[in-house]
Every structure is written in C-alpha cells, then in structure tokens.
C-alpha cells in the first residue's frame, strides 16, 4: 500500500512539474499551440511580432487542445485582456497559412481601436 501512495504521489509531482502554464505579461497575446510531434511546422516569426506578448504552448502536454478548441496545428491565436480575438489556422498540410505581415496587421488594428 505505501509503494502505491509513493507512486501516485511521484506521478503527481511529475505530472504539477512539467505542466505547461499560460501566462501573458502584455494585454495582447499571441499564443501558438501546436504538437511535439509537428515542429518542423513551428511558426518561426512568432518572436518578432511588435507590441504583443509571445507563448507558444504544447497541446499534447495537457488539456489545451480541449480548453482551447485546437482542431488542428498550428494554430495562433490573439488574446486581447484574456479573451480570444482571433485565430489563424493551419492548412491540411499543417502549415500556417497566415504570415508575419498579417497577424502583426491584426495585431496593429486592435491596438488602434483601443485608442
């Protein structure tokens, strides 16, 4: 009995540990979920976008894909104060189809409206 609660106590541990968390330190953020197992799809602008908060979150580490409605990677979306604002999907190939140019013009929209 006492190696079972060992056990369950060090999944539980491992499990807290390496849990993915989704912080954003700006009121817009981008945040591009995507798989492990499609990096070479990895959205590699993602870090130069201007003006924005940046994250790129594993959905096969935890339950994003169900918390968010990720139904197919990459996929980007803007949060404004916590709220999706807009999303950009892959295609079937599992590329994005949105470049830099566009999501950082998305990005620039909604910073003009908050004025």
Wanted: contains cysteine.
């Amino acid at each position: 009995m006492k190696k079972i609660l060992l056990i369950c106590l060090l999944w539980i541990t491992y499990n807290i540990s390496n849990a993915q968390t989704f912080t954003c330190d700006e009121d817009i953020c981008v945040v591009e979920f995507n798989a492990s197992w499609n990096s070479a799809n990895d959205v590699s602008w993602l870090h130069k976008l201007s003006d924005v908060g940046t994250k790129r979150i594993l959905i096969d580490q935890g339950t994003w894909q169900k918390d968010f409605s990720i139904v197919v990677t990459p996929t980007i979306i803007i949060f404004v104060n916590g709220k999706e604002s807009k999303r950009y999907q892959a295609n079937i190939m599992m590329t994005m189809e949105a470049t830099q140019e566009e999501v950082q013009g998305k990005i620039d929209e909604i910073i003009m409206e908050e004025f």
